[in-house]
């Protein structure tokens, strides 16, 4: 099982932080992004912070395993606001947003598993 917990969470990590690389720099696919749902470019660093320190947490929960769980859920919850942006302006291109919450749920499912059952 913790091959299984091991694999799932540095994959998330790896994907989440070069996701948050890509907020931090600048990219303008992000930008695009939140101008597509209307919300202030502002929110760019941010957002990238949150998607940072979610990948950091996760890799965390190897040494503290609430650490993981909390970064595992807090990922989940993000993706679901991210649904909701996408949702309320009719945005139907969630392709992307598929596989990032698909991971985060998994990351959550794995770390559950492994750790408190």
């Known amino acids: 099982m913790f091959a299984a917990h091991a694999t799932i969470t540095i994959f998330a990590s ?19 992004q939140l101008d597509m749902k209307r919300l202030p ?35 989940v919850l993000y993706f679901a606001g991210a649904l909701l942006a996408h949702l309320r302006v009719g945005s139907r291109k969630l392709g992307n947003w598929a596989l990032f919450f ?14 408190w059952w």
């Open 102 to 115: 698909a991971t985060a749920v998994a990351a959550l499912g794995a770390n559950l598993l492994y750790h």
């Open 41 to 75: 470019r502002s929110w760019v660093p941010v957002l990238g912070t949150m998607l940072a320190l979610g990948s950091l947490g996760l890799l965390g929960g190897f040494a503290i395993p609430m650490l993981g769980t909390l970064a595992a859920y807090s990922l």
């Open 14 to 32: 790896l994907l989440f932080g070069s996701a948050s690389i890509v907020y931090l720099i600048g990219h303008e696919f992000p930008k695009a």
